[in-house]
């Protein structure tokens, strides 16, 4: 499929960055990690994905910039990893850096996550706005981490015999690993063909919803509950309180969350 660079959504990428404003020196690891943290306003979530799946086919269901942009600013709607990958590799083109996208394997399969690797200084770094990795982490073929507190961050490990990094999680000492991935170049066809790929994933088939605020990463899966901060972890199962904290704290519409259900209902006759 023929998918254009991002950075060609030129119009829509300087509409959402209205409102940021960096004061420090640039360009920097800071100011890519400002810019992440300020997309980070656009959550994850599937709800739009879901709605989008059955409309159309190939490039016409994918959420590209334009209409990520006109979703946030209208209900406050993000998107998946692939959608919200494709719009920031094209936000940091516009703002001059180099960014391409990577194709990861999630645990239980293969090519079904994206993220973003960008230069600077002569160095890759790694940021995942699905996973929300904000702050770049350094692809040098060794293992580094990124404490959140004294007990919690993220290891990023680097294998030498299969070539390949792997993100985990560690709280206390107990690491889990998240999804894998080969530092290699991919195409904007490629890309497309694993996201068109991946609305038959097994993640469609439930409303997923994540977001940081502050200290605390919200987790929202049907109506399971997990709230992370550095110190505690949070676990309800409770349909009337997901759908609170979608309408207060990721602020979606609930028309918007019932469509979605709707959608899924019907996949299920």
Not at 45 to 67: C, V
Not at 88 to 104: K, M
Not at 154 to 176: C, H, I, M, N, W
């Amino acid at each position: 499929m023929n998918l254009s660079h991002p950075a060609s959504f030129e119009k829509e990428t300087l509409t959402f960055l209205e409102p940021f404003h960096f004061s420090g020196h640039q360009p920097s690891l800071e100011h890519i990690a400002e810019i992440s943290r300020f997309f980070s306003r656009l959550p994850y979530e599937n709800i739009s994905k879901i709605l989008k799946r059955d409309q159309a086919a190939g490039l016409k269901r994918f959420r590209l910039p334009d209409e990520v942009t006109h979703d946030h600013l209208a209900w406050h709607l993000g998107g998946t990893c692939f959608s919200l990958s494709y719009f920031l590799c094209g936000l940091y083109s516009i703002l001059g850096y180099q960014a391409q996208p990577l194709i990861c394997h999630l645990n239980w399969g293969q090519n079904n996550h994206s993220a973003i690797a960008i230069e600077f200084n002569g160095a890759r770094y790694l940021v995942d706005p699905g996973y929300m990795i904000f702050r770049p982490l350094p692809l040098k073929k060794s293992n580094v981490e990124a404490r959140l507190s004294a007990e919690t961050g993220l290891s990023l490990r680097f294998d030498p015999e299969s070539d390949e990094y792997a993100v985990y999680t560690f709280r206390k000492g107990q690491f889990v690993r998240r999804y894998r991935f080969a530092d290699k170049a991919v195409s904007w066809e490629q890309f497309s063909s694993f996201w068109d790929a991946s609305f038959d994933l097994p993640g469609m088939n439930d409303l997923t919803l994540t977001r940081v605020e502050g200290q605390e990463m919200i987790f929202v899966q049907g109506d399971f509950i997990k709230i992370t901060s550095p110190e505690t972890i949070k676990k309800f199962r409770e349909g009337n309180l997901a759908e609170t904290l979608i309408k207060e704290r990721f602020r979606i519409p609930l028309e918007k969350l019932e469509e979605a259900r709707y959608v899924l209902r019907q996949r299920q006759l």
